[in-house]
C-alpha cells in the first residue's frame, strides 16, 4: 500500500475525484482529505484527515518504541545493579522486563507528544496552496494501482497534482519527524 498526494484547487474537483477512485475500488476510509476550511469538509461528506495523516504521530510513535526499549533494557540492568541488596528477592529478569515494557512505553508516549505537532512531509510542502483554500487528498493506494489512478485522474483532471513523498523527503524531514 502506498500513500500519494492529490493537490486539488477546489471541493468541486475534490469531491469528483473522490467518487471516481469510488468506481476504481477505493473504500472511503483510503481517502483523507485536509483544507484550512475544516466547515466546507463537513457540508461535503468527504473523509476529514486525522492527526494520523497530517502529522508525524504514527512515525514517531514508532522511533519511540525502537529507542524507548533498549533504553529500558539498560535501566532495568543497571537498576537491578543499583538496588540488588534492597530488592530482597526480586527476580533479575522481572526488573529487567518491567523497565524495558516501561520504556517502551514511555518511549511511545512521549515521542508520540512531540508528533503530533510536527506535520506530514506533504502537508507541509503544500501548506502556501492549503492556505490560498487548495485541498489535499491523501489517498491509500493498492499496490500495482497506483499508474492506473494517476492515468484516470489525470485524464479527468490534469490540473490536480499528484504527488508522493520521495526518499530524498524523508531524508530532508528526518530531523523534525520523518
Do not use: C
Not at 7 to 19: A, G, R
Amino acid at each position: 500500500m502506498s500513500r500519494l498526494y492529490f493537490l486539488t484547487p477546489d471541493l468541486d474537483i475534490t469531491i469528483k475525484i473522490t467518487n471516481e477512485l469510488e468506481e476504481l475500488g477505493l473504500r472511503n476510509d483510503q481517502v483523507h482529505v485536509t483544507a484550512n476550511n475544516w466547515k466546507q469538509l463537513e457540508k461535503s461528506g468527504l473523509h476529514s484527515a486525522t492527526l494520523r495523516e497530517t502529522s508525524d504521530v504514527a512515525n514517531a510513535a514508532k522511533r519511540g518504541l525502537i529507542f524507548g526499549l533498549p533504553l529500558g533494557l539498560v535501566l532495568g540492568v543497571a537498576a537491578y545493579m543499583a538496588l540488588e541488596n534492597m530488592i530482597g528477592g526480586m527476580n533479575f529478569w522481572m526488573i529487567v522486563i518491567g523497565m524495558t515494557v516501561f520504556g517502551g512505553l514511555f518511549g511511545i508516549w512521549s515521542s508520540t507528544m512531540i508528533g503530533v505537532s510536527v506535520p506530514d512531509v506533504k502537508v507541509e510542502k503544500y501548506k502556501n496552496d492549503l492556505e490560498k483554500g487548495a485541498l489535499l487528498m491523501m489517498v491509500d493506494v493498492p499496490d500495482g494501482q497506483e499508474t492506473d489512478i494517476n492515468a484516470v485522474i489525470h485524464r479527468h483532471h490534469p490540473d490536480v497534482v499528484i504527488d508522493k513523498v520521495t526518499q530524498e523527503e524523508k531524508k530532508q524531514h528526518a530531523g523534525v519527524g520523518h
